[in-house]
């Protein structure tokens, strides 16, 4: 089947090419353009976020911070936060490389709407100017979470223009959800079932189900917070009657389980590259698609557990620590499951797979600490210390950005029809992976040794250790900037990409690189489940 | 336009309405027996949205499942939310605010 669709395909001319009018591109409604769209987005996003990282690490050098005013370094420690968990990590994946492949991997010619979904680009971007125009008169000092009474009571940042950026990206999540949602649900192509999705689908269908319920909740608490700040409605600040607390319980209703759209989209990447490049079925692959759907159910069960020390009453913060190991469970079996794919295997060392192993790796560093700061009694020692920070930088930064990068050099040929080259992907992972620990395992020492995160400056005695974390960062920072380089490189210089040039088994590799603007030639039909990889004996014959 | 269009506009101005109405009693002072009625507009919007917006009533099953979930999703944030405000022994008291 696979090659009579490709030729038939290949007589039509690719997306890329399909017009080429700027027109074209903003009023697109064709998925693989919206998610170049997304992907030019998102990146100048990360950058943003980057500097900010980049200038508190730099203050950090010295005990006595090297920025003059601790406001400013608030100011810089918020930007970075809200930069990055809004409009870089939630999105990311999803809205990129999700739009991309999502009809592909589907044998579908788009998303279900279309419209709505060119409509989500475009709410992101308003969401996005309103923040940048926020930070750029001045910016927030609040930290990412905009904690009242400080944000609502006692501040004089730019905490409404802040929160609208926030409110008006969250509709864009929310439309993105409902367009997988039903997606998923109404265009498969004929014989695929349930399971016979990839993997990829299942871990997006979870997220979509966590974007749809969580982020109006967030939406609600914003607008509230911002209504408190403007009209003194008394909802949070216990100076008008309000509590506190209440605000926590209602934030952390969305962004815990937020923690998993963002790392969601990362396991289902993972899952794709690993049976690639190992040859092998997926291991356990009921359990891994039904994984991802009970993180969404448990991961709202769990929010209190950022609020041990809030004031919560004590009961409460039992019942949450109870809780949140329950979370830990599905995402421990898909380690599992990652390394039972592995094992016997025949395992190419390509850039994705690279990237594939490094998060591995450092997520179940992050998760495992997860259940540290979860205990109830060891996170009253280590809550609002940098022991938290480095514990979800090995999640969200070890483990969701580089599964990010991971996925974009795996459909890299799909999407743009170059090949990149292999020996710089390979060295970035390497430096990436490299500046990564060195920047943030450091950070579990300085934390677990007590020194506060969110301060300006700090005793003299913590500072080799931060010295450290800086010169991490400069690695890091060095091994985002070459994939930028060298995936540019490649989309004008790079080989041609072949249909197929991983061998991988998906719809989406059963089309040209880059796709015809309609996708495929002819409807394909689906015969076998996926990830049917021959036996490694064969496979290393044909190598 | 949709031929279901002007039924549409006609909930979501009620919707608005009602939203109104709610802000407003939100503001009146109830005897404590009496404040669970301040939920009325609240559910009246809900039904609004379940009835118009989600066509419940004709919805396949996949769409009442999720109108289903909605709920459940909303039971364990109350649910799970009021464990601590009733079993809360601190509370935190009034501050002076700067000028
Ligand atoms: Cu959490």
Known sequence: MSTTVVEAAELEKSYLVDKSTVASWLLTTDH?????????????????????????????????????????????????????????????????????????????????????NLISWYL?????????YALFIGGVDTGWTFYPPMSTSFNQSHVVLAVIGVFVSGFSSIATGLNFIVTIHRLRAPGMTWY??????????????????????????????????????????????????????????????????MILPGFGVISEIIPVFCRRRLFGYKFVAWCSVSIA??????????????GQSLYASVVFSLLSYAVAVPSAIKVFNWIGTMHKGFIRFDAPMLYALGFVGLFTIGGLTGLFVAAL?????????????????????????????????????????????EMWGRAAALIIFIG???TFAPQFLLGYLGMPRRYHSYPPDFQVLNVLSSAGA??????????????????????RAPANPWGATGLEWQTPSPPPAKNFATTPVVTEPPYTFPPPELVQNRV | MPPRFPRLLIAWVLLLVLLGVEFGVAMLSFAPWLRVLILLPAMAMAAIVGIVFMEIGRAPVVARGFATAGLFWLLVLLGLGSMDPLTRTYYHTTVEHPE
């Open chain 1, 124 to 132: 992101f971007i308003i969401g996005g100017i309103i923040e940048l």
């Open chain 1, 297 to 310: 159910v448990i991961s709202f069960f769990v929010w209190g557990h950022h609020m041990f020390v809030s």
């Open chain 1, 377 to 421: 009694a060891a996170d009253v020692h280590l809550t609002q210390t940098y022991f938290v920070v480095a514990h979800f930088h090995y999640v969200m930064v070890g483990g969701m950005v580089t599964a990010f990068f991971g996925g974009l050099h795996y459909w890299w040929p799909k999407i743009t029809g170059r090949m990149y080259p």
């Open chain 1, 32 to 116: 693989k353009r919206i998610a170049i769209l997304y992907l030019g987005s998102i990146t100048f996003f990360f950058f943003i976020g980057g500097i900010a990282a980049a200038a508190v690490r730099l203050n950090l050098l010295v005990p006595e911070g090297l920025i003059p005013s601790a406001e400013t370094y608030n100011r810089l420690f918020t930007t970075h936060g809200v930069i990055m968990v809004w409009f870089f990590l939630v999105p990311a994946v999803p809205v990129s490389l999700g739009n991309f492949v999502v009809p592909l991997m589907l044998g579908a010619r788009d998303l279900a709407f279309p419209k709505l």
């Open chain 1, 196 to 261: 016979k999705m990839p993997i990829f689908l299942w871990s997006l269908y979870s997220t979509s189900v966590i974007l749809v319920l969580a982020t109006p909740v967030l939406a609600i608490t914003l607008l509230l917070l911002g209504f408190e700040r403007i009209f003194r409605i008394g909802v949070f600040d216990p100076a008008i009657g309000g509590d506190p607390i209440l605000f926590q319980h209602m934030f952390w209703f969305y962004s815990h389980p937020a923690v998993y759209i």
């Open chain 1, 474 to 495: 400069t690695i890091l920072a060095a091994g985002y900037l070459l994939p930028l380089g060298y995936l540019t490189w490649s989309l004008f210089r790079g080989e």
């Open chain 1, 436 to 438: 990564f620990n060195v």
